[in-house]
């Protein structure tokens, strides 16, 4: 079959696809043209940017078509970007993808309503950042990127969770202010590597005037990956029935936290682990007293884990 | 052909990276073997359905392969049929 071999997929995007989108591909740019193959690329370049945003996100969008040339130029050799094609041909867009944006470093703390989101990670360290209070304008957008990539090539290398305070610093000075300004949501986190699933290490922070609390994007878990969905599953639908025997008719609460475990026993066997924790997360102690006594271990860890992260 | 996301493809590759050090490359591998890293990864997950090679999960992922080590369609075919 390696005579079949299309040069141009072992690049991420073909040069074909981009020029059917209109997108001008610089002399020497084209993926064809560095040839290389798609894991090696990976491994060789120590950043990778995934920007998710959906088709009300106009502006982004159509900066991102009409500039991925120069995006692509400013990336250098330090930054690889990861772009849905569909979505930029407009025959999709982010919220089909955010299971799968959910297993990248960093991605568990996706939302919706943080729309739109660079995702930047290394092999150590994840930033997550929400454009949601930012200027979109054409020359905002071209500040957003361009601080970003100065900033990793300044580091010369991998992000790290070392790096964070610097990436934050330089976005908060570079960035316009926007009316109202209520801060944006922004985190770096160290990833490291234990018995094949990441741990990861978060430091959050809020910048920008007004910023609050509500602002920073829930994180459901360092751990969250080391759940087993299949067995969490089985337990959260043992617990919902417990719950169910032992609810009282007059405690709304248990009505609710019934509905929690129940949404969370669904998401676990669709392998949604964001939605699992989202859920578990309102479980309440209730849910988690009953677990405790039911003995159902993985379940009551999880509810543990969901509610103080 | 109807292969996963390219999206999907990225936390494949961020996976092999971080839990097969000794991969560096996948162009080089046949079907089987790009299989194996790609059961052990939807494993790793917590996807048990990828055991099942019937299943539509196992069959995305072996028209991935094709698209990116096999690939014998025109490009505006894949643009139609992938991300």
Not at chain 1, 115 to 144: N, V
Request: charge should be negative; charged fraction near 20%; glycine fraction near 8%.
């Amino acid at each position: 079959m390696k005579d079949a071999l299309n040069p141009e997929a072992t690049s991420f995007i073909s040069q074909s696809e981009l020029l059917a989108l209109g997108i001008k591909v610089r002399k020497g740019t084209a993926p064809s043209d560095r040839g290389g193959d798609l894991l090696q690329r990976f491994i060789e370049v120590p950043n990778r940017l995934v920007i998710a945003y959906s088709s009300d996100d106009e502006s982004l969008c159509n900066y991102i078509t009409e500039h991925w040339s120069a995006l692509d130029g400013m990336s250098g050799k330090w930054c690889d970007i990861y772009l849905s094609m569909l979505q930029m041909s407009g025959d999709e867009d982010v919220y089909s993808a955010m299971s799968d944006l959910r297993m990248l470093p960093g991605g568990e703390a996706l939302r919706v309503n943080a729309l739109p989101i660079a995702l930047l990670w290394s092999a150590g360290a994840a930033a997550c950042i929400s454009l949601r209070e930012f200027s979109t304008s054409k020359a905002d957008l071209t500040k957003f990127f361009r601080h970003i990539f100065q900033f990793l090539s300044e580091i010369n290398g991998g992000l790290t969770g070392g790096d964070e305070e610097a990436l934050r610093s330089t976005l908060v000075s570079a960035l316009p202010k926007v009316q109202p300004l209520s801060g944006y949501s922004f985190f770096v986190e160290n990833i490291e590597m234990n018995d094949h699933k990441y741990i990861a290490d978060r430091g959050g922070v809020v910048v920008g005037a007004g910023a609050s609390a509500g602002n920073i994007i829930a994180n459901y878990g360092s751990q969250l990956n080391s759940f087993d969905l299949p067995l969490l599953a089985s337990q959260l639908k043992q617990l919902r029935g417990a719950l169910k025997k032992n609810a009282d008719d007059n405690d709304s609460t248990h009505d609710v936290a019934i509905g929690q475990i129940a949404t969370a026993a669904k998401a676990a066997e669709a392998g949604e682990r964001g939605e699992v924790f989202a859920a578990l997360k309102n479980a309440g102690s209730w849910a988690l007293g009953i677990a405790q006594t039911l003995g159902v271990s993985a379940a009551t860890e999880a509810i543990k884990h969901a509610m103080n992260s | 052909m109807n292969p996963v996301r390219k999206i999907a493809v990225v936390g494949l590759l961020e996976w092999i990276s971080k839990n097969k050090p000794s991969v560096k490359s996948l162009s080089g591998l046949d079907r089987e073997r790009f299989m194996e890293h790609v059961t052990d990864y939807e494993l790793a997950k917590g996807i048990n359905t990828i055991s099942n090679r019937n299943s539509d999960l196992w069959r995305k992922w072996e028209s991935t392969h094709m698209y990116f080590f096999e690939n014998a369609h025109s490009d505006q075919e894949a643009l139609a049929a992938y991300d």
